[in-house]
């Protein structure tokens, strides 16, 4: 967390200015990491990465912890099924075609990460971006509405 300098001016009554209480409002107090995440290099990682540049309170901590742990399940269930090889379905003792249960795995992990994400307000980078079309849309849509305006100041 990088330090701010703050400047403090003392009003003429001896009040401290609304500088000092804005200072304070935005000072936030570490995020402790749990435990349990500190204690495995890939959870431990993954809240490193997730908090890096971000703001959470200690309230964040528990959910910023399942977090970690969905992404602990899919580098696991990952590493299982780059050890089967390229097979993604195996055959039951009665003949039947299953496919591995890892898939299922990823799949509810997939939908977790999502949920507590959107629940931490953190997005995948592509929300933030503006669309190039969109953008060109605003652009015509200002340039008719310009033409339009001196069309009608020209009758």
């Known amino acids: ?32 990491k749990p435990a349990a995440v500190a204690g495995d290099p890939v959870k431990s990682a993954k809240w490193d990465e997730l908090t890096a540049g971000r703001s959470f309170t200690q309230a964040d901590a ?43 795995t990823l799949k509810t992990a997939s939908a977790e990460i999502r949920q507590l994400n959107k629940q931490l307000g953190i997005t995948d980078g592509h929300e933030g971006v503006p669309d190039v079309r969109s953008v060109q849309t605003k652009l015509f849509s200002i340039a008719e509405r310009h033409e339009a305006r001196k069309a009608r100041a020209a009758v």
């Open 1 to 32: 967390m990088e330090e701010t300098p703050v400047q403090i001016r003392v009003l003429t009554d001896g009040r401290p200015s609304g500088r000092l209480f804005y200072a304070d409002w935005r000072w936030r107090m570490p995020l402790e």
């Open 62 to 104: 528990p959910t910023l912890a399942l977090l970690c742990q969905w992404y602990k399940i899919v580098e696991l269930a990952q590493d299982e099924l780059d050890s089967f090889g390229e097979q993604t379905a195996y055959q039951n003792d009665m003949g039947d075609l299953k496919s591995f249960p890892q898939i299922a």
